[in-house]
């Protein structure tokens, strides 16, 4: 886990590749040095996803299922212990390893939360058109460089959104870092998108798979293939809503 850890110190070059392949055009096979990646987990990722996994659908316990088929496909030992069975005394919660799996799980809520604020703050300050959106293409704030409430948290579903980015990080398919999706559309040509609700939906459900793994997710994701087809993180975002033809 240790190692696996690291990735999370890579993430700005393997997130330049999260670019390529999440853009709209099919980016070509891409060799990365992976030498920091247990070779288990090598193995037990590149193993073809069950193409029969639907998209997670939002709505209560959907974090928890997108844990569930992600587990079923292989990625238990990137993933924390389920927290789920935290009955009876707090005394029986510590002794059966609850709060290690409490701590995990929010860890990586918290990296992924971080990310997102990080990545917020960069396109802001670079001049990026940001708002928070909800699901439906509702603008819920703007963002600005003089605001103090750039890195307000609210509640519900919803990510950060910033357009026209100029940055190597985004592409014009736009790439989720975090809660924050960095593209190099324009705010309104994105949001008149007759399929709107649909890509928010996907980039949504990549951002409960960062929640799940933290800063352990660009890694996972670039060994799960450059082929959206066959990679469960786009298979379990919804393929289709993605705009992914397979
Ligand atoms: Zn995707």
New binding site residues.
């Given amino acids: 886990m240790a190692a696996f850890r690291r990735v999370g110190l890579f993430l700005r070059s393997l997130t330049l590749v999260l670019v390529l392949v ?1 853009g709209a055009t099919p980016a070509t096979a891409v060799v990365l040095p992976l030498a920091a990646q247990p070779q288990a987990a090598l193995h037990s990722m590149a193993a073809t996803p069950q193409r029969a996994v639907a998209q997670v659908p939002l709505g209560e316990g959907e974090l928890a299922l997108m844990r569930d088929l992600l587990v079923a496909n292989g990625l238990e030992n990137q993933l924390c212990d389920p927290v789920g069975q935290m009955a009876g005394s707090l005394a029986d919660v510590l002794r059966s390893g609850g709060f290690a799996a409490a701590r995990c799980a929010g860890e990586r809520s918290y990296e992924s939360l971080a990310q997102g604020r990080i990545s917020l703050s960069q396109a802001v300050d670079l001049g990026s058109d940001c708002v928070a959106l909800d699901l439906t293409g509702n603008v819920i704030k703007s963002y600005s460089p003089e605001s103090s409430e750039n890195s307000a948290v609210l509640s519900g579903r919803w990510i950060n959104a910033c357009f026209s980015d100029t940055s190597i990080w985004a592409q014009r398919g736009g790439t989720m870092y975090g809660n924050t999706f960095l593209t190099s559309a324009a705010q309104d040509d994105f949001l008149a998108r007759p399929e709107i609700a649909e890509v928010l939906a ?2 949504y459900r ?1 951002t409960l798979q960062w929640r799940l793994l933290g800063y352990g997710f660009p890694g996972a994701y670039l060994i799960a293939g450059n082929n ?1 087809c066959t990679n469960i ?2 298979i379990t ?1 919804g393929l289709e809503d ?1 705009g992914y033809v397979c």
């Fill in positions: 999440e996907h980039e990549h959206a993180f786009e975002a993605g």
